[in-house]
């Protein structure tokens, strides 16, 4: 800095939401606006370049990745189920077998997320997913043991194995996005859902239609193969991420100190166990109208290809018009209404009909859709936003809470769906289901009233959490704007802020950070 910089004062503005102080991968971000030493505004227009190599690369292994692991989950769906109570499950413990591979998760997911900058994201992905196809080709085997409890244990032994591989993948998976894709968190996560919904809208009807080909085996060793081959490969394709690993762990104490978090965690919860409630209980349902398995993956179908079409546009919404809480609103609601019908709900007096029960379904995984796809880009923006840097141990300790969420509301779903089926009928817990739905849509409404104040604007809700600038965080942005190299700036580290030169005053006002240089 020059003497003539040196005797001013100056004041740079940063939004909060829009700046990177610390990027996980170390490369200079640019704000979309500042203010100038003098004070008047000047907005600084950023283009958007395409896709880097590795962005493309990255996007692939996701996607194909993400559509593997839906295609084993959602396999099950056709045969699973009539195939173990032929072993003697009983619809209780048809659920349990669902639901411990998401329990598993549930605890798996936060430790993984915390110390997932110290693992390692590449060995976490690769590990994981490779785990992940080994159980699932083991998995084709279990019709080959004794029936009864040998079975039970053998599906929820391999299932938890396989639970802790997915999590693995998947927490690196989206710790990874905010980090290689800095831009378009929202979008990306959309589009990654694509492969998602593609592997949840054909994974039950190719299960179905191997399971008629080959029997039991086939869907598991088909679907497990390909995974293990494509693990195989990620050892040469996945980029190395060596500056991803050097980052302390993240904080769940900060994390957990943040009330916005907990709401829309808790509607994620209901979400999840909303969409996996269907699993176990809609092919039995099904089994009134004498569909065959085919027909039973072709309604399954229908209800991925709503889930596939609804989450790449409200990725794209949610990062150009930034209204998460308003997808949120409105994918709740949209999916409370779709469960009653499914049911139906026996105050509406609807006829028990297929059509009636497809519609319902399809139009609950649209609704899921908008509601699930931006919660991961509401929880970095709502984080950060109260103070949590924007680096990698914070997304991997967001990554973890996602996950956890969802899969203790994926544990919860089916198995609280085989009792309620158990005790009552489809209609009446699917109706319950719907219930629940509408009172998370009010919980958010009204907490996002609180906190946005009505319109006046985003109060911050941090009750522990303090997040300090350092003084060599500072030297870097200082650099940064300046254009300098920062590796040729001396630096003092042992400076007393009270005298330094250069002093940080970190003020927060309408949820901005002033730094400001003496």
């Known amino acids: 800095m020059d003497s003539a910089e040196e005797d001013s004062d100056k004041t740079t503005i940063i939004n ?6 610390l990027n996980g991968d170390g490369c200079q971000q640019e704000s979309d606006s500042m203010l100038t030493p003098g004070g008047s505004s000047e907005e600084v227009k950023v283009k958007k370049s395409s896709m880097t190599r590795e962005q493309k690369i990255l996007f692939i292994i996701f996607g194909l990745t993400n559509l593997t692991n839906e295609l084993t989950f959602s396999i099950l769906a056709p045969f699973f189920p009539a195939e173990a109570a032929k072993q003697g499950a009983t619809k209780v413990q048809v659920g ?11 605890i798996a997911a936060p430790i993984i997320g915390k110390f997932l900058p110290t693992i390692g994201c590449r060995f976490a992905f690769i590990s994981g997913f490779f785990v992940n196809s080994g159980c699932n080709i083991l998995y084709g085997f279990l019709d080959r043991v004794e029936p009864g409890t040998e079975f039970l244990v053998y599906c929820i032994l391999i299932r938890s194995i396989e639970a802790i591989g997915t999590t693995s993948f998947l927490t690196a998976l989206m710790a990874l996005v905010p980090n290689k894709f800095p831009d378009s968190v929202g979008q990306t996560m959309g589009n990654i859902e694509i492969f998602a919904g593609i592997g949840l809208t054909i994974g039950p009807f190719l299960g179905g239609v191997l399971y008629q080909l080959g029997g039991f085996m086939l869907p598991f060793v088909a679907i497990g193969g390909f995974s293990m081959i494509l693990s195989l490969c990620l050892f040469f394709i996945l980029p190395a991420d060596n500056h991803l690993s050097e980052q302390k762990t993240g904080s769940f104490i900060h994390l957990m100190s943040i009330p916005g978090t907990w709401v829309v965690v808790f509607s994620l919860f209901i979400g999840a166990a909303a969409l ?16 065959t398995p085919t027909q039973v993956g072709l309604v399954f179908l229908l209800m991925g290809l709503g889930y596939t079409i609804s989450a790449p546009i409200v990725g794209w919404i949610a990062d150009k018009r930034q209204n998460t809480r ?18 139906p709900w026996p105050v509406l007096h609807l006829p028990n009909k297929l059509y009636l029960i497809t519609i319902g379904v399809v139009l609950m995984y649209v609704a899921l859709g908008c509601a699930i796809t931006p919660t991961y880009q509401d929880l970095l923006t709502t984080v950060v936003h109260n103070g949590m840097p924007d680096v990698i141990s914070t997304h991997s300790v967001v990554s973890g809470m996602f996950n956890s969420a969802f899969s203790l509301g994926s544990f919860f779903g089916p198995t609280m769906g085989g009792l309620l089926v158990d005790k009552f009928n489809f209609a009446v817990s699917s109706s319950i289901f719907g219930l629940l739905n509408l009172i998370s849509a009010a919980g958010i409404i009204v907490f996002s009233l609180w906190e946005f104040r ?7 809700t941090m009750y522990v959490a303090k997040f300090r600038v350092t003084n060599e965080d500072t030297d870097n942005l200082i650099d940064n704007e300046n254009g300098v190299n ?16 250069n002093t940080v005053m970190k003020n927060k006002l309408n949820g901005e950070t002033a730094i400001k240089i003496n």
């Open 16 to 21: 909060d939401d829009q700046t990177r102080l």
């Open 96 to 106: 349990l077998i669902f639901s411990v591979y998401s329990l598993v998760q549930f």
């Open 276 to 291: 996996t409630f269907m699993e176990p209980t809609l092919s039995t349902e099904l089994q009134q109208y004498n569909l």
């Open 326 to 343: 308003t997808l949120l609103s409105f994918g709740y609601i949209l999916a409370g209404i779709s469960y009653l019908i499914a049911g």
């Open 454 to 460: 009505c319109g006046k604007g985003r109060r911050k």
């Open 486 to 501: 920062s590796d040729s700036v001396e630096r003092n580290e042992n400076i007393d802020e009270t005298e330094a030169p």
